[in-house]
């Protein structure tokens, strides 16, 4: 290793949520380990939640993946044991094993719920990277209970490319000089960014492996993706150079909910409802952050055939009433529907600016009065919980006044594109 | 040792530094009757962390009917639970 490189470490829970639970339940005198069975964690089948949220490795030999519907699991394997999702518990494990990396080094920037990043340059034991990540590994699994992979390199991208080399329960190195032999061979799929439309894509262009990627014209992929082309480029040849910086959670660049609805909403009343459900959860979000928004967007989900739509308009005067977020969703979703039933809603703000100064607009709607009141309804909702204070048009409707985030702490999400 | 689990009534005591000794406990038994049983000996303490979740272990000794026997004692931080962890 050079002097001069940096040494990051990259700590990966494996099967992160059912690891937790089989821990959390093997603590409460549960003799079976889940890890040890085919088991996952899977939302409720009853109000539709039902999809796989994480596996076993025993599951995982029977096809089963992460993402699909329970029910088709159950086909896959019959005898498997599902448990329902506790994020809360999730959150006390995120912040236990922060504290106990916290040991290692300063530099730490948590990258979602299990995982994170390490920068040990020049700390204790960082002259044998190895036997310290070893060592971070036995204290976790002896600790914690839980096992995890840890991936070593010179940069973040290598150094979380390297984690996924080997699980569960394992260390892998991937220095710049090992990427050939390491990296290069495998689907062009498993590097970081490269997503269902990427993939294709490539596939088109005959890039089928990492490698091939990497030892393709710069040129050509610029012409093909833009700056994006420049980008997948640099990430196969292992270039990138962000700092593991703690404070990368500060700048939100975006705020969304979204939700799967227990029954197929196929009127636009209710999906207006639905709509402003979660806008309600976005609005204290953005207003708890003091910010205010210019792109409003909403996405749909078909009923049928599970694809997916959406629609965005930006706005000239930043907006943070909850009101007024609606009254834009619902704009957006009359403007996009096709009348289709759907099975999911989802609501994002982005373009966000602090809310301190803002410049009103002759030509807009003011929402000033509306601001008055929310912060009335944040105040007593804070005060008195969520339920306190809801909209009357909830009454009766079945459906949740506020819906949308993991849990009322869960602040990280379980999966970021930023590095 | 079996693993028990088996949540139950506690009297304790705390130091002015906030350590805890247990000095005996009541549970259930299966016949439904109530028994109390006193801690002779802590004979270890430890701290456990598994899951992110915090309980001090005891490893104690005590005379159940006229038998001398060793069994652990667990003790939730976060929910103030005791529970008899194995016998």
Redesign the interface.
Do not use: D, S, T
């Given at each position: 290793m050079n002097s001069n490189e940096r040494l990051i470490l990259h700590i990966d829970v494996n099967s992160a949520f059912l690891s937790f639970e089989a821990v959390y339940r093997l603590q409460h005198g549960e003799t079976v380990d889940l890890r040890d069975i085919p088991s996952a964690v899977a939302g409720s089948q009853a109000t539709r939640h039902g999809i796989i949220l994480a596996k076993s490795i025993p599951a995982k030999k029977y096809g089963i993946k992460t993402g699909e519907p329970t029910w088709e699991a159950r086909q896959k394997c019959p005898q498997l044991v599902t448990v329902p999702p506790n994020y809360a518990l999730y959150m006390f494990c995120h912040n236990s094993l922060k504290e106990l990396l916290k040991n290692f080094s300063d530099r730490i920037q948590v990258f979602s719920v299990d995982e994170f990043f390490l920068d040990v340059t020049g700390m204790p034991g960082a002259d044998q990277p190895l036997e310290l990540a070893h060592i971070i590994r036995k204290r976790i699994k002896k600790k914690l209970g839980f096992t995890v992979s840890i991936g070593i390199s010179s940069n973040k991208l290598l150094a979380k490319m390297g984690s996924e080399l080997k699980k569960p329960d394992a260390v892998s190195t991937l220095f710049p000089p090992e990427i050939p032999g390491k990296m290069w061979p495998l689907p062009v799929e498993d590097l970081y960014m490269v997503g269902r439309a990427t993939s294709l894509k490539l596939r088109k262009m005959g890039i089928g492996t990492i490698g091939s990627l990497a030892n393709c014209d710069l040129e050509l992929l610029k012409y093909k993706f833009k700056s994006w082309g420049k980008l997948l480029w640099d990430y196969a040849n292992g270039i990138e150079s962000s700092a593991v910086s703690s404070s990368s959670r500060d700048t939100v660049k975006g705020i969304g909910n979204s939700t799967t609805v227990h029954f197929d909403v196929e009127d636009r009343r209710t999906a207006h409802q639905v709509l402003l459900s979660l806008v309600e959860t976005v609005g204290m979000r953005m207003r708890f952050s003091g910010l205010c928004c210019r792109v409003i967007a909403i996405s749909i989900r078909r009923a049928e055939d599970l694809t997916f739509y959406s629609h965005q308009l930006k706005i000239q005067t930043p907006i943070d009433s909850t009101t007024a977020i609606y009254e834009y969703c619902k704009r957006l979703f009359d403007e996009a529907w096709g009348g289709e039933p759907i099975r999911h809603l989802g609501v994002r703000v982005s373009d966000l600016s602090p809310a301190v100064h803002i410049q009103l607009s002759m030509f807009e709607k003011e929402w000033e009065k509306q601001k008055v009141i929310d912060r009335a309804v944040d105040q007593i909702r804070m005060k008195f919980g969520p339920g306190s204070v809801i909209r009357s048009n909830f009454l009766w409707s079945g459906l949740a006044p506020m819906e949308g985030g993991l849990s009322d702490d869960a602040s990280y999400p379980v999966m970021t594109s930023i590095l | 040792m079996k693993?028990?689990?088996k949540p139950i009534k506690m009297i304790a005591w705390f130091n002015e530094d906030g350590t805890l000794h247990p000095v005996r406990f009541n549970m259930k038994q299966k016949d439904e009757s109530h028994i109390t049983i006193r801690i002779d000996r802590v004979i270890k303490k430890r701290e456990?962390?598994?899951?992110?979740?915090p309980?001090l272990v005891y490893t104690c000794q005590s005379i159940i009917n006229n038998i001398e026997r060793i069994y652990e004692i667990k003790y939730e931080l976060r929910t103030c639970k005791w529970?008899l962890?194995k016998m």
């Open positions: - | 693993i028990l689990m456990e962390k598994l899951a992110g979740n309980m529970y962890f």
